[in-house]
């Protein structure tokens, strides 16, 4: 009981301190640049016409709806993170206590039984907290538009009802749920892979060794599947009614299949996974004086 109380006050801090960067990061996935490009210089050294990074845009935010607006979403966000917490804590504890390698053991078996037990557990936290993941996100976008249509989480709740009924709580979740499957299992099976034949299983610091691997290994995989949460955070917000859910920010898309192949095509795909050396994106036009590129 203990934990799993630590585990909701650690996860309600962290999600309060990472919520600028997320509502920046939302904002960016949906097409919307209000500030122009800057000369910058890449990875490399070499000068370019990128869009303002993090801070940038976040100032902007700020100077509209002050600092505090840096926060917009942040009810359904904790919502969600709590209820989260809870439910994947209870299909753990439901499903039983995870089953402890042999001395000398390690069959992909085990590696199979445990990412299926977790994928369960990851599964039904995701589905019942989706429909706080959406009013986050409407929330978020509705700065676009200067709405106030989802400003309550009992407001929002009636109003998706109302206008989208039960399915309207559920859009974007099938990408969801499938990228973070497949996250959940690309980093296991890697991280299993790397520890099994690359690490000495003499080495001292084994123990510490594997733990990097697996972090190493889910952040490559997070990186692989992010198109998944690019496409399901447009699905949450596409023809709701905003702005930004709308053209010019955001096509209207018939499923998200439809919206991936449109982000692919267009070469879109990773749009918002990077919020620093940000290139200019598909079919945006600005200003920018090539001349101080010289």
């Known amino acids: 009981m203990a934990d799993a109380a630590s585990q ?10 990472s919520q600028p960067l997320m509502y920046v990061k939302v904002l960016i996935q949906v097409g919307y ?3 122009p490009p800057t000369i910058g210089r890449n990875i490399f050294g070499r000068q370019v016409c990128q869009l303002p990074g993090l801070f940038s845009y976040a100032q902007h935010i700020a100077s509209i709806d002050g600092k505090r607006g840096l926060f917009t979403g ?10 989260g917490t809870v439910v994947h804590g209870k299909v753990l504890q439901e499903s039983g206590p995870g089953s402890v390698p042999k001395e000398g053991s390690s069959s992909f078996d085990q590696v199979i039984k445990e990412t299926t037990r977790e994928m369960i557990a990851r599964s039904a936290a995701t589905l019942i ?7 986050t996100l409407r ?4 700065f676009i538009g200067r709405e106030s249509k989802y400003c309550g989480l009992y407001d929002s709740i009636v109003t998706i009802y109302r206008e989208e009924g039960i399915l309207g709580f559920f859009a974007g979740l099938i990408p969801r749920l499938l990228g973070d499957i497949i996250s959940l299992w690309l980093c296991n099976s890697l ?10 299983s003499g080495v001292s610091t084994m123990n510490e060794m594997k733990s990097y691997s697996q972090a ?3 952040f490559f995989a997070s990186m692989l599947t992010y198109p998944f949460v690019l496409v399901s955070n447009l699905m949450a917000v596409n023809n709701c009614g905003l702005a930004g859910g709308c053209p010019p920010y955001s096509p209207v898309y018939m499923s998200w299949i439809d919206c991936w192949c449109s982000l692919q095509k267009e070469g879109n795909m990773s749009r918002g996974n990077s919020l620093f050396f940000r290139k200019v994106p598909f079919g945006k036009t600005y200003c920018c004086d090539l001349r101080m590129l010289i």
Do not use: K, W
Not at 129 to 135: A, M
């Open 8 to 17: 909701v006050l650690l996860g309600s801090g962290l999600t309060i301190l």
């Open 33 to 35: 640049e209000p500030l």
């Open 74 to 83: 942040l009810t359904p966000r904790l919502c969600s993170g709590v209820l």
């Open 129 to 135: 907290t989706h429909p706080f993941h959406v009013i």
């Open 139 to 142: 929330s978020m976008v509705q």
């Open 191 to 200: 991280a299993y892979l790397v520890n099994t034949y690359a690490l000495d």
């Open 216 to 218: 190493v290994t889910g």
